[in-house]
C-alpha cells in the first residue's frame, strides 16, 4: 500500500516537471492522473487498489460518529430516567483479530458503543472484557455490533 | 444563509453545553465508579465536540479564517477521550473497587481467579 502511494506521488511530481509548474493545482491534477493510472493496472500489483483501503477508513470514521452519537443519548436517556434501571455487568468477548493496532481500533470503537466499555484485554489478546451498562439486551445486541465493528476494520487491515 | 448558519451555530453549541451538564448529572447520579465512566466518557466527548465544531463553525463562517488547531482538537479529544475512559476503568478494576450491588455478571474475575489457581 505505501508502494503505490509512492507511486502515485511520483507520477504526480513528473506531471509536474513535464509542465514546469509547481503548484498545487497542477500536483493534484497529476495525483488524480496517477490515481487512474494505477487504478487501471492494479491486477499487476500484488496487493488490492489502495483507495479500496482507504474508502474503507473513511466508511470506519462515520461508523465511529454514529456510534458516539447514538451511544451517548443512549447514556443521557438512562441519566435523565427517573429510577435508574440499568443491570450492569462484565462479559467477555472473543476476538478474531490479531495486531496490536487492529485490537487497539476495536477497544475504543467499543468504548464508544451504546453503554459499553473495555476494562480489560487479556494477555493472550484474544478476550475483551467489556463492562455492559444494560446486560441483557447488550450481550446479544454487542455481539452483532461488534460483528460489524470487527468486519469494518478487517476491511481494512486486510484485503 | 448568515441566519442559518447563526442557528445553527447556536444550536450547536446550546446542545453541546446541555449535553456536558446532563453526563456531569451522571456523574452525580450514577451508582458506581463503572458506570460513571460510562456518563464520562461517551456524553462529555459529545459535548466538546459539539461545542468545538460550533466554535470552528463560527470562526470559519463570521471571521473567515479556518482555525487548524480546532480540528486537531477534535481530533485529539476523539482519539484519547476513550482511551482514558479504558484505563480509569481498568486501573479502578485492579486495585479492587467494587461494582453496584445490582451488576449481575462478571466475567473478568471468574477468569482472574482461574489463572492464579493455574
Not at chain 1, 141 to 146: V, W
Request: with cysteine; hydrophobic share 55%; glycine share 6%.
Amino acid at each position: 500500500m505505501a508502494l503505490q502511494i509512492l507511486l502515485n506521488l511520483a507520477i504526480a511530481f513528473v506531471w509536474m516537471f513535464l509542465y514546469n509548474d509547481f503548484s498545487a493545482p497542477r500536483f493534484t491534477v497529476g495525483y488524480l492522473l496517477g490515481i487512474i493510472c494505477i487504478g487501471l493496472l492494479s491486477r499487476f500489483w500484488p496487493h488490492d487498489f489502495y483507495m479500496r483501503r482507504l474508502w474503507a477508513v473513511v466508511k470506519l470514521l462515520v461508523l465511529f460518529t454514529k456510534e458516539l452519537i447514538i451511544s451517548s443519548f443512549l447514556v443521557i436517556m438512562q441519566i435523565i430516567r427517573p429510577r435508574l434501571a440499568v443491570r450492569p455487568g462484565i462479559f467477555a468477548l472473543e476476538t478474531e483479530l490479531k495486531s496490536d493496532w487492529e485490537i487497539t481500533v476495536l477497544s475504543c470503537l467499543i468504548c464508544l458503543t451504546p453503554g459499553t466499555l473495555t476494562l480489560d484485554v487479556a494477555r493472550d489478546g484474544q478476550t475483551l472484557y467489556i463492562h455492559a451498562m444494560d446486560i441483557e439486551d447488550v450481550n446479544e445486541l454487542s455481539k452483532q455490533i461488534k460483528g460489524t465493528f470487527e468486519r469494518a476494520i478487517m476491511e481494512v487491515t486486510r484485503s | 444563509m448568515i441566519q442559518i448558519g447563526e442557528i445553527l451555530i447556536g444550536l450547536l453549541v446550546l446542545s453541546g453545553a446541555l449535553i456536558s451538564a446532563l453526563s456531569a448529572f451522571g456523574l452525580i447520579r450514577l451508582p458506581d465508579v463503572y458506570l460513571r465512566s460510562h456518563a464520562a466518557t461517551k456524553s462529555a466527548t459529545l459535548g466538546v465536540l459539539f461545542i468545538l465544531v460550533g466554535a470552528f463553525l463560527y470562526f470559519a463562517f463570521f471571521l473567515e479564517h479556518v482555525s487548524a488547531k480546532l480540528l486537531l482538537g477534535i481530533v485529539f479529544v476523539f482519539i484519547t477521550a476513550p482511551v482514558a475512559g479504558h484505563l480509569n476503568g481498568r486501573a479502578a478494576y485492579r486495585s479492587g473497587v467494587p461494582m453496584w450491588e445490582r451488576s449481575v455478571q462478571d466475567d473478568l474475575a471468574k477468569d482472574l481467579k482461574k489463572k492464579e489457581s493455574k
